[in-house]
C-alpha cells in the first residue's frame, strides 16, 4: 500500500513539473554572470539570452555578479530557487575553482545541472609593446633572463586566465609574476598603461588594441589556430608544448530544477546557437557559438575538471 502511495505522490510530482514547463517562463528569467559587462561572458549571455527572450516570449536578463573569479556569482545561483528563472554562465574558470579549493561554498558538479554550452573564445597571449618581444620564443629568452620582472594580469586569482599564466609557466620553465584583476577590462586598462606587461586575453576582449597596434598578439592557447587570427600560431606551434586552454561558456541552473524546464530551456538555447543572427553578432565580436545537450556538457565539464586538476596540482595551486 504504502509503495503504491509513494508511485502515485511521484506520478502527481511530475505532473504539476510538466504542466509548469508547459506554462514556463511567466515571468523574466534572470542570467547571472561572474564577469563584468563587456567580457565575453556577458557578451555572450546578451546575445544568446535576447533570443532565447524571442523564442520563449519572455524578458532574459542579465545580472553581473563579479568576484572571486565567477565564484562568488556561482554560490549565488546555486542556492537561488529550483524553478528555471535563475539560471548561471557555467565557465572554465568554475573547473579551474573546483579544483584549487576544496572549501568553496558550493560544488560546480552537484549544485548545478547542465542545459547547453553556449560559446568559447580564442585566449590570446598579448604584450605591451614596450617590452620588446617579437614572438613567444623572445618572450620566454626575456623571462628567463629576468626571472620575477615581468607582470601579467588575470581577471582574478584562479581564472582560466590566471591558469593559463600558470601552465605557460610551467611549460616553458619560466617565472612570470602575476597580478590579478576583478576582470579582463581592468587588466587592459593596466596593460594599455603599461603598468603590466602581458595577458593571457579572451580574443573578443583585446583584437581592437591588437590591430590598432596598441597591443602585440604573440600565439593563441588553443588547440589549432584561430579563424579569427589565422596568422598567429598556437602555444605548441610556438615552441611550448603541451600549452592548451580553452574559453568556454555556457548555461546552468541550481541542481533540483525540474527535468522538463531544462529540456525547454535546452531547446531554446539550441535554436537560439543555431541562429544565423546569433552566429554572426557573435562572430563579429571574435566568440564562436557552442551546442550541446545538458548531458553532453556534464561531460564537457567532467573532463575539463579531471584536466585542470592535473595542473593545479602540478603547481601546486590547491588550496588545504
Known sequence: MKTIQLLAAAAITLAAASASAQDFPTQPVRIVSGFPPGTTADISARVVGA???????????????????????????ARAPKDGYTLYV????????AAMNPNLTFDIMKDFTPISLMTSTPTVLVVHPSLGVKSVK?????????????????????????????????????????IPYTGSPQVVTDLLAGRIQGYFSPASTVMGNVQAGNLLALAVTDGKRSEFMPE?????????????????FGL??????PQPIIDKLSRAATEALRSDEVIQSLKGQTVTTLK??????????????????VVVEAAGLRKQ
Open 51 to 77: 533570443k532565447m527572450s524571442q523564442i520563449l516570449g519572455q524578458q532574459f536578463v542579465i545580472e553581473n555578479r563579479v568576484g572571486a573569479a565567477s565564484s562568488l556569482a556561482a554560490g549565488m545561483v
Open 252 to 257: 546552468a541552473a541550481p541542481a533540483g530544477t
Open 232 to 248: 598567429l600560431p598556437t602555444m605548441i606551434e610556438a615552441g611550448v608544448p603541451d600549452c592548451e586552454s580553452v574559453l568556454w
Open 138 to 178: 623572445d618572450l620566454i629568452a626575456l623571462a628567463k633572463a629576468k626571472p620575477g620582472t615581468i607582470s601579467f594580469g588575470s581577471s582574478g586569482v584562479g581564472s582560466s586566465t590566471h591558469l593559463a599564466l600558470e601552465l605557460f609557466n610551467a611549460r616553458a620553465q619560466v617565472k612570470i609574476t602575476h
Open 292 to 309: 550541446s545537450t545538458p548531458d553532453e556538457f556534464r561531460r564537457y565539464m567532467e573532463s575539463e575538471y579531471k584536466r585542470w586538476s
Open 90 to 97: 557555467t565557465n572554465a574558470a568554475n573547473m579551474v575553482n
